[in-house]
């Protein structure tokens, strides 16, 4: 299965359709006066979808077991075809789609194993997913690519003395999300050095602003004192994402000091100088972070 841990809890919902057609007005007249011998066509097969949601997962390897917290059967008849509907609904890392069209399927081919004693030329068609929205989907940013600063705060890097891998990994994971890294560097943890670094950027109109390192409680560890000062628009509720993302993989994320906010129209983030911690502060805030450059972009207009 893939590894979805790296995602974040979102709405996600999925519907779908499949469409049944029989082969004559009285088996349609059958249905809508349940007369079918089998028993009440809509209500059974509905009872068949809902079963086949839930079951997703045990039929099909790679699909993860996740929670169903909605779902949702419809029928809409248009002369000689019946228009399944399905939507479902949850709060999870992964989204519905497959659960959404399994679902029509089995509504579907109950429909037909009710249908075949009065009727032979009952078809199944046209299973496909008709809409999406949760996770990356819910997303879209405009058409510009935005650039940004990364620079690596850390005594020991500066020096030669370790190897930089945070600021490496921020910079891939950011290519991810059509973020392109014009500036890059490796300063000390050295209060007035990431304060220069930030009036520099921000005087450069440099959008998007990444410090890795110093956000701990070591004597040398500068970078939210260095920033805080200069923001002009602190975002809390950055900071309680990548805190709350990084709490549920170890406890001891309550332990940093991660900060984000406003300077003119450039965003300024600081994050842990771990590999680890600045890849899972990436993950917990992106892309949806990037709806700032839309905010701004509109207020401008």
Known sequence: MVDITHKNNTLRIATAQAIVRVSDTKTIEAIENNMVPKGNVFEMSRAAGLLGIKKTPDLLPDCHPLPIEYAHISYEIEGLEIK??????????????????????????????????????????????????GGKSDFKSGKEKIDAAVIVCSDSIAEGRNEDYAGKKIIELL???????????????????????????????????????????????NTPEAIQPLLEKHIPGIEEAIRNYGQNRTQFAMLSRSLAGMIGDSLVLALPGSTK???????????A???????IKGAKH
Request: aromatic fraction near 6%; charged fraction near 25%; hydrophobic fraction near 45%.
């Open 84 to 133: 399944i509907s399905v939507c479902v609904k949850t709060i999870y890392k992964t989204g519905v789609e497959v659960e959404a069209m399994h679902g029509a399927s089995i509504v579907a081919l109950n429909m037909y194993d009710m249908l075949k004693p009065i009727d032979k030329g009952v078809e199944i068609f046209h299973i496909k997913l008709l809409e999406k929205k």
């Open 175 to 221: 290519e991810k999300y059509d973020v392109t890294t014009s500036n890059y560097k490796v300063i000390a943890d050295d209060k007035i050095l990431i304060e220069n670094e930030v009036q520099e950027m921000v005087k450069k109109s440099i959008p998007l602003i990444i410090f890795t390192g110093g956000t701990g409680l070591s004597p040398r560890d």
């Open 277 to 287: 911690g600045a890849e899972e502060s990436i993950h917990a805030i992106f892309p």
């Open 289 to 295: 972070v990037l709806h700032v450059f839309d905010i």
